[in-house]
């Protein structure tokens, strides 16, 4: 695949903000890519892995701790002038209408009002929703407003697209729609932009959209992996070659948590205890937890995350938070981006509601480094009590 | 000119508006008529108005008084309304520059927010004899100096509340309007119309209306006012009624009242529920209101075609204004600064501010130390003292007569839909109106304003706390009330574990107004005229009041400082920590 001029430039951002109580909370480290025309770029990551702020920086919304975002070239101080921003929440003005929500971009630019009108008009048209002009934002539907999203970024025919998680509002027939036709446009020539970068946490959407993949770790966001997507627009998510790419990707998102919490698990092996700071605790519900394991007591004990997630229609913001979980706790384990429910997942998702909750406590006293710290200094006290 | 045409000519080409409403609507109709006939009379008014308001004014021979005539009721109603009016548009334009500065410029927000919380707090009526001196000194001979004075006042009782609900909207609005305008590289004139005013609207409308409803009572005190002992009067309501009191006639203040509440209910029809009803459109629809305002006065203009012919010719001139306005820049901030500038701007910035602050108040103390002596804050804070009295033992009484019949209100949808409108009319019905009455009750019951003080107090401050329990109660989710009905919850178990708790948030905010509105109405409450008898309470309203109508500065000063300090420490103190725990423990 040729690569066309570079766009926009990203060098060794790292973004660092502060929390109320004063400490430092990285949460993008030494990124660095570029975007080049004619390719769309997916930035795929859990949450935690500072995809939405790497999108902000590039759009010169916020500016980096560290680092460079340069756009032709030129290094930006303020918002980027060569892009336009499609939002998960649509971020329409409910006061105008559809017609005048595309024209307001177009007159920040100084476009003389008929052009502007024959523009909103043709970029209402492109995006499937002539016959709407007048109507107010919300007497649309969620997918139509993301469509009128899409109008107003198109309208003023930036040289990027960026997207942040544009369909992961949208239910999940809306948005497989929306995908299609933006693959649709994008493969049409007509559309009128460069290149274009989406922000996701969704696999699928990651391989079915994109020409390359930059998968990104959490806490703080470092770029894992750079995987390019060499299948032929339109994506049949059956073809082997599909699966593949979203098992290999699944592999690289949870090999890297295996591999840590392996690491604390030997640390504390030498009796030096792996910091609370090491091994955050995912942010799961037991209830969720104990559900996922039965499920895949249910299925035989073993199973892919990519068919899991499908099944139960999560992301990999759902899944993999919980997969996390179930690993820490050494009620699962995972290979190769299959699920398998270890001897003690078997016997927790069996068990009744005071054994399991008996055993969750012990499991969680033992494994989980913050739990654990807690503990030992709660008994290291007179009274037992912490202040 | 040239570039009107063009635009014309784009309208005519692709016809999106006013296209619809034009075919649909092919001829005059009686709806356009009656606007048209409103319209007409509206400008008739204003230009009989004008003349009268330049009216000689020599401050040795002018007339403390108006004519109780009532014939003249409606001429002196318009006046007053003209006030009001002038005095909302004034506190718009202010509320748009403040607001904006302060959310907009960092180092501007530090002084004008702080500052903005003491000015909420000042009594304005302690301030209202200095600013009628200024005034009629600023336009010698003529009445625009009186009119003036009274025109501040109202606006310094409209604007604060004003400003600070639009800042707050400017700063809490969300997060992707404020990217997505960046990212659109708006001016920063496109993004304040465009952006900024529509997302702050709602909140503005409502709060514009009750500060307006607020304000009347500074129209009253302010249109008849004693300075550096003597009385000057503007023609309006608030003259009037104290011509009729003068004159001991409380028939003519009966007639008054009736007019007063006539022209309340008036503006509330054709102004503010037309005004709230059209706001709605800027609601997002995350905040989905319950029920929707809605004014058969907003319906009648939408059904005819006059403010569409009067907004035509605007449209040009907003498009040259968006033109004109763009070398301001974008609505963007670098997002990289030098750090060693923005420090030394820093310094020196509030290095000049505390320097200003600290040279005012130090020649503010010398003035009073060289006037009065320090030592008379001693016996001020006492006043002070006893004027907070009146205002707890009213926040007690008032609350446990208003808490019961509020709850009552807002639970019962039926009686609070009746009840509603009612509870606002009073609370925007100016208190001291009907202070004469109460004065005559007093000095025929020969009762103390000591005592009767905290009723006169409690005249006008008391709704808050009703109007906001009101609105609390009917919030309350009725699966809530159903759970409590079903699991048996009665009596006083029902009161101290569901209702209260539940109001607690709204009682709160009711509480901080009522309390407001009570110290302010001290200066008037305390010192009460009626006919030849004069009463008078120990306490710090009326020391305000006093030192006011002989023109004593020092005195005034003094007052108004340690009445402040009263204020804003409560406010910090007390209900500023009510507040938090209302938002964090009892928010529904």
Not at chain 2, 301 to 307: H, K, Y
């Amino acid at each position: 695949m040729t690569t066309g001029p570079v766009i926009v430039e990203a060098r060794g951002v790292t973004k660092t903000f502060t929390t109320p109580d004063g400490r430092a909370l990285p949460v993008l480290d030494d990124v660095s890519f570029s975007l080049h025309e004619g390719e769309i770029v997916a930035l795929l990551g859990k949450s935690g892995s500072g995809k939405s702020t790497l999108l902000r920086c590039i759009a010169g919304l916020i500016a980096p701790s560290a680092g460079t975002v340069a756009y032709r070239g030129n290094p930006l101080n303020g918002a980027n002038p060569g892009v336009a921003m499609v939002f998960q929440s649509f971020a329409l003005l409910p006061w105008l209408t559809v017609q005048q929500n595309v024209e307001l971009a177009m007159q920040a630019r100084e476009v003389p009002e008929d052009a502007r009108r024959v523009k909103a008009l043709r970029a209402i048209d492109l995006i499937g929703l002539d016959g709407f002009e007048s109507a107010y934002p919300k007497e649309l539907s969620g997918g139509m407003r993301q469509r009128v999203g899409f109008a107003r970024a198109l309208s003023v025919e930036p040289d990027a697209l960026l997207m942040d998680e544009p369909f992961s509002a949208l239910d999940v027939l809306t948005a497989a729609n929306l995908r299609g036709e933006l693959t649709r446009l994008w493969e049409g020539k007509e559309f009128p932009v460069k290149a274009v970068l989406i922000v996701t946490h969704n696999i699928e959407e990651a391989v079915q959209l994109a020409d390359r993949i930059l998968v990104l770790s959490s806490n703080p966001g470092r770029i894992l992996a750079e995987l390019p997507v060499p299948l032929p627009r339109p994506r049949d998510r059956q073809t082997p070659g599909f699966e593949q790419l979203v098992d290999t990707v699944y592999g690289i998102l949870t090999g890297r948590e295996e591999e840590a919490v392996r690491a604390a698990a030997e640390v504390s092996g030498d009796g030096a205890a792996a910091t609370p700071a090491d091994v955050p605790l995912p942010e799961v519900s037991a209830g969720g937890l104990s559900g996922l394991l039965e499920i895949l007591a249910a299925r035989g004990g073993q199973d892919g995350l990519a068919e899991l997630a499908d099944e139960l229609s999560f992301e990999i913001d759902d899944l993999l938070p919980l997969v996390d979980a179930a690993v820490l706790l050494g009620l699962a384990r995972v290979h190769n981006a299959q699920l398998e429910i270890t001897d003690v997942g078997r016997e927790f998702a069996r068990a009744d509601i005071d054994t399991s909750k008996k055993s969750f406590g012990e499991l969680i006293a033992e494994r989980a480094p913050l739990i654990k710290a807690i503990l030992r200094a709660l008994r290291a006290t007179e009274d037992g009590t912490l202040r | 000119m040239r570039l009107f045409l063009a635009d014309l000519g784009g309208d005519r080409l692709f016809g999106m508006f006013p296209s619809r409403g034009v075919w649909r609507r092919p001829g005059l109709q009686p709806v356009d008529l009656l606007v048209f006939a409103a319209l007409l009379a509206l400008l008739f008014g204003l230009l009989r108005l004008a003349p009268a308001l330049n009216a000689p004014f020599l401050p040795k021979t002018a007339p403390p008084t108006v004519s109780t005539d009532p014939a003249n009721l409606p001429y002196y109603a318009v006046r007053s309304l003209f006030r009001m009016f002038i005095g909302l548009i004034l506190s718009v334009l202010f509320t748009f520059v403040y607001a904006t500065a302060a959310a907009r410029l960092p180092r501007a927000e530090k002084v004008l927010i702080p500052l903005l919380d003491i000015l909420q707090s000042v009594p304005v009526l302690g301030f209202l004899t200095v600013t009628v001196t200024a005034f009629i000194n600023l336009f010698p001979g003529s009445e625009l100096g009186l009119e003036f004075a009274s025109i501040f006042a109202i606006f310094t009782s409209m604007a604060w509340n004003m400003t600070f609900a639009f800042y707050h909207s400017l700063i809490s609005q969300p997060r992707d309007l404020d990217e997505s305008a960046r990212i659109m590289r708006l001016t920063k004139w496109q993004r304040f119309w465009k952006v900024d005013v529509p997302s702050g609207m709602i909140p503005l409308v409502w709060n514009g209306m009750m500060s307006f409803g607020g304000a009347w009572f500074f129209l009253a005190a302010s249109e008849s006012i004693s300075v550096l002992n003597h009385t000057y009067a503007l023609p309006g309501m608030g003259s009037y009624v104290a011509a009729a009191v003068g004159q001991g006639s409380l028939s003519h203040v009966g007639i008054a009242i009736g007019v007063m509440m006539v022209m309340v209910i008036a503006v509330n029809f054709m102004f503010w529920r037309p005004v709230v009803a059209w706001a709605e459109r800027f609601r997002t629809e995350e905040s989905a209101s319950a029920e929707r305002p809605r004014s058969m006065v907003l319906d009648l203009l939408r059904r005819s075609s006059v403010p569409d012919l009067v907004a035509r010719p605007a449209r040009p001139a907003g498009r040259l204004l968006d033109r004109v306005t763009r070398p301001f820049g974008l609505a963007e901030h670098p997002l990289q600064r030098p750090a060693l500038r923005a420090r030394t701007g820093d310094v020196f910035f509030f290095g000049a501010v505390s320097t200003v602050v600290i040279y005012g108040a130090w020649r503010a103390l010398d003035y009073l130390h060289v006037h009065l002596g320090l030592g008379a804050f001693g016996h001020v804070f006492v006043l002070g003292a006893a004027t907070f009295a009146r205002v707890v033992v009213l926040l007690i009484v008032a609350s446990v007569v208003w808490v019961p019949i509020g709850v009552w209100i807002g639970m019962n949808p039926r009686v609070s839909r009746l009840a509603q409108p009612v509870v606002q009319v009073l609370a925007s019905f100016p208190a001291n109106f009907v202070f004469p009455i109460a004065a005559a009750f007093f000095v025929a019951a020969g009762i103390s304003l000591n005592i009767g003080g905290i009723l006169l107090m409690a005249l006008g401050a008391q709704w808050y706390i009703l109007f906001n329990v009101i609105a609390g109660a009917s919030a309350i989710p009725s699966d809530l009330r159903e759970a409590m009905s079903l699991m048996g919850v009665r009596g006083r178990a029902r009161w101290t574990k569901f209702i209260l708790p539940a109001i607690f948030p709204a009682y709160v905010t009711g509480g901080i107004t009522a309390a407001g509105g009570a110290w302010n109405a001290s200066i008037v409450a305390e010192v009460v005229t009626y006919g030849h008898h004069h009463l008078t309470a120990t306490g710090l309203g009326a020391y305000i009041a006093q030192a006011a109508r002989v023109g004593d500065f020092p005195e005034v000063l003094i007052g108004v400082a340690v009445m402040s300090v009263y204020v804003v420490g409560l406010n910090r103190l007390v209900w500023r920590r009510l507040y938090r725990l209302a938002e964090t423990r009892y928010a529904l």
